[in-house]
Each structure stands twice: as structure tokens, then as C-alpha cells.
């Protein structure tokens, strides 16, 4: 019997046992978080597509002839609970059901991933030919510890602004402050400018029905501009009041907000190279070395005689300011910190494996990259690279926030 | 928490009855679901289906019932639903079987009611030999058989060293066997 299968029994345990089992900690605080959020997202969901129903059961209302009279009544106080004025909890329920996707000018910097592909394709890259994939121990990573909600309180500049939405492709939360003066500035033009005409574009009941997602912008003055798609139109609604505010507007503010994620994109083509060298060192590309190996080293080892970096501490310091140790360890471990790592040092110089020695690195193409999934504490970047046989193929590298640093966490060949 | 305890906070408020609710019954809801989709379903399944239970039980729960016993038993119940419907979507089979299909007469249920609480038994007794093998080693064996985490993760959550942890649950293992008679296991 193999160690896991004795564990099946625990597929008809009992509620004593589970809730045993239920004591022991399995879950990150992230994890509760991402999870809960998601349960609100979905309760509002399911509020707003019975609110119909609802509707008609109160015109009938009659308890004595309702078969479930309780589920009415319970279901119409969460519905009122959603439409009042109850600051956290619409937050929650609308924020939770938003998409960042066709937005104008935002569009081109964020979009969300398409978790469609996740095949190897043909590159010669160190990377790829380990064939591991660093995202899957970051997707847990990504979720956004800062919560749903973030008024910036205190702050010594006049007015901060946070973005957070959620896309329904991904279903993946983002939320970003914006710390940059000038942009600050055109958010505050454009939102001064609908401040002054919102009263004559109060939009009629029901307006907001229809939406099909969208993200907060929320200032530290606790005002909440929540813009989402009706139809094919955006919309603004204000404190939770609906606005049919002109597009040209809307379009402003949309693009006012998208440079945050310039900030990003710079990080992520410094990584962007920093991974190319990385897997070069990998592969041991364009190593110069000594014709013999010295035995004194090991079978194998031939001394370098030209070469980017001089000694191991040197490359290690490298990955690690580009990596995580994570992810470090699980795909370029080998690289200095193995039994026979592919650089070590014998009497000051360093050596390469030549044993080990093979196609490395990534050839970028001029393409641009895309950044996805915006957090705080993390996001993405989807690169291109030409292939071996002449084609491109497109990579995803994650990205987190490591004590202040933006390092890759994981990698993910689309 | 108790029912009215629950509905007085919603009256109050909700959000924070949700969370309330939510924070004191998580770790619970997940283990449930785990039992029903380990076998089939994947990490996400589990996260998607404790979700689906919690927003059920916000919008389903009757607030004005002043139900005075603990929350647990009407979310186990939720939960346990929920969970077995979502196995059966993962596993491709249908809950329902029209009575003029052909095959409908062979369609029984395979259901073993006694072998099913033999099981039970013993997932009782194998908890209990799990629990004596003390910390961290028991938490250690659970995350990594029963919740499928990886050694990574579970040194992450424990704060330990991922090859510390393998380690550990390597012979936690060699122990467990020595103390439980696998051929109750495999019946």
C-alpha cells in the first residue's frame, strides 16, 4: 500500500474526525482572504441574479402560502443589505465582480492572463528543457494581502488614490496605490471635471443592472468611483450613485489611472534580462574556458578564462537580487549550490562544468511586454523570445515584491 | 457561534457577521470539502466549492430564525452537499438517469453503507495514531497526505525547512506503519 493511499479512509470520515482534522492549519491567512473575498463575490452574484425573483415573491408576498417563506425573507434583507449605503459590504459584493478588460488606453497596459496555454514550447532555454514551471507555486502568492478596501487615511498629500478590481477572466483581484505626483495631478483634473457636471448625469434606476464588471478608484477622502461596463458602455457610479458621465471622460480617467503600471513594466524588463543571463549562466553560454579540465577541481571542470562574473559568491548574489531563493531552488539550483554545480572555485579562479554545458538563454524579440495581474504585491509580465526553429513563443514571468525588491517568483512558458 | 448569535450580527452587520462567520468555520468547511474532493479535484476545485458553500450560506441562511444551537451542523450540511455535488460534476457522473434510457435498470447505487462506515471507523482510528505521533510530525503527515501540500508549503505554513519537513514526514510515515495494521486500511 502506498503512503497516500492509507490516508482514503479520510474520504468517509466522519464530522468528529473532520473536525479534527479541521484544527490542524492548513491555510495562509492569503489563502482565508482570497477565499472569502471570492464567497462575498458570489453571494452577491447569486443575490442579484434571484433579485427578480425576489421581486416578484414580495408582490405575493403571503407566508401562509409561500413554500419557503424563510429563504424569501432572509434573501430580501441581504438584497437591501447590498443596495443600501452599507459602505464595506457593497465594496466587497461590486469590487469583487470587476474587469479591468476593454477599458480604451488601460487595455494595453493590464490585461489579464488567458490561462488557456501552458505548453512547453521549442526553445533551447535552459529553463525549458528542465521543463518546470514556476507558476503554479506562486499562484497562491498572487492574491492581494492588502485586502479590499484601502482608504489612505492620515496621508500628508491632499487626496491618494487605490485602484482595485477584479477580472472575470482570471478571477484575479488587483489593487495598486498611485504615489505618483503628476499622475495624482491628472486623476484630480479629470475627476474635477466630472465632479462638476455629475449632477446632470444622474442615471435612472436600475442603470447599473446590466454591468458586467469593472474596478474601484478609491481616494483617501473615502470616495468611491466605481467604474463598470454596461452593455458595451462604461459607466461611473459615486458613492454608489449611477452616473451617465460623457465617455471622453471616462476614457480620460481610464488612461489618467493606467500609467501605474509603467513603474511595473520597467521591473519587469530589468528581470526580463536578468532571466536571460540567469539561464545563460545555466547553460553555461558563452563561457570561454580552458581546452583540459583540471583534475584538481574535478572531472570535467575547465577553468574559465573569460567570463562575465568572477567569482560564485558574484553569481549568487546576482540570482538572488533577480530571484527568489523559491524559485531559485527549484529551477537554478544547480547553477552554484549543488553537489556538482556548473561554476565553482579552485584557488581563486572559477570553473565551469563542462560536462553540464548546453543551449541557453532567451533571444527577446522587440515586442513589447504585457503586464498582468497588478497588486501590490506582485504581478506578471508576459514576454516574447524567438524559438530555435525560427518562430516566437511567449513566456510569463511572476513577479513579487521580496522585502521591497521586485524578484521573479516563477516562471510559465504560454 | 451560535445561530441567533449569527443572525443578530447580520442585523447588525452583515459584512461583518460574514466574516465573522467565515474566520470561525473556514478551517472546517475546507477540511470537508478536502475529504470529498481529494481524490478528484484539485486545489482550486476545493478553494471554488468552499466559496460556492460560504456564499450559500450568506444568502441562504434565514436570519430572523432564532436558532439558539451551534452554526456547525447547518453548514456541515450545506458543505457536505455542496461537495458531493461538486464530485460528481468532477467525476462526469450524472445525478440524474431518465427512466427510458436504455441502461437505466443496470443504474444502481453503489453506495456500500457498511463498508462506507467501516471507513469512518478507520479514518477515526487512523487520525488518532496520527495525533500520537505529536507535533509538529502529525501536522506535518495531514498537510501532505490529507491536504496534499507540498514540503514547501507545509514549511512555509509551520515555519520550517522545506527538506526538514520532508524529513520528518519520511519518518513519521516508517512510524506511522509500525503502529497501524494496514491490512484494516485496505479493506
Known sequence: MKDREIFGAFEHADEETIAKLSEIPVLSDEDKERIFRESIRKADKAGASEDGANIIMMETSNKENSGTPAAVTAMKRRNRAVMNVAAACVILAVGASMVINGFGSFDGLIKTSDDSGNTASDTGSSAEAANISGADSNNSSKSDTSGYYHPYNGSSMARRYNVSGMSPHSEEYISYEITDEEQLERIDEVLDEIEKIKDECVAGENSGSEETGGFILSTSDDIKYFISMVGDQPQLTINFIDYNIPQELIDQLMAAIAPTATGQYAEAMRLRDALSTIDGLAGGKDAVYEEASDPNVGEGYAKLTGFGFSSVSEIDSFMRDNMTDDFINALYGSVVGTERPMYTEYEGALYIDTFAKRDSGFMWTETEMVINDVTAASFSATAEYSTAEGGTAQLKLYIVNDNGVWKMSGIEFL | ?187
Do not use: W
Not at chain 2, 452554526?71 to 457536505?80: D, T, W
Open chain 2, 1 to 187: 457561534m451560535t445561530g441567533s448569535d449569527y443572525s443578530a450580527l447580520c442585523k447588525q452587520s452583515p459584512d461583518k457577521a460574514y466574516k465573522t462567520l467565515f474566520d470561525e468555520y473556514c478551517n472546517y468547511v475546507y477540511a470537508v470539502v478536502t475529504s470529498k474532493l481529494r481524490s478528484c479535484g484539485t486545489r482550486e476545485d476545493i478553494e471554488e466549492c468552499v466559496s460556492d458553500i460560504f456564499a450559500e450560506i450568506y444568502t441562504k441562511y434565514d436570519v430572523d430564525d432564532n436558532y439558539d444551537g451551534d452554526m456547525r451542523g447547518y453548514i456541515a450540511v450545506i458543505a457536505k452537499r455542496r461537495a458531493i455535488r461538486r464530485f460528481h460534476t468532477l467525476t462526469q457522473q450524472g445525478l440524474t438517469v431518465s427512466l427510458d434510457d436504455e441502461n437505466a435498470p443496470e443504474v444502481a447505487d453503489d453506495r456500500d453503507a457498511e463498508a462506507e462506515e467501516k471507513q469512518a471507523m478507520l479514518a477515526r482510528l487512523l487520525l488518532e495514531k496520527v495525533k500520537s505521533l505529536g507535533e509538529p510530525d502529525s501536522s506535518i503527515v495531514i498537510q501532505k497526505y490529507f491536504y496534499n501540500r507540498s514540503s514547501a508549503e507545509i514549511a512555509k505554513l509551520l515555519g520550517m525547512n522545506p527538506a526538514g519537513v520532508r524529513m520528518r514526514c519520511r519518518r513519521a510515515i516508517s512510524r506511522l506503519k509500525t503502529i497501524i495494521d494496514i491490512k484494516d486500511l485496505e479493506m
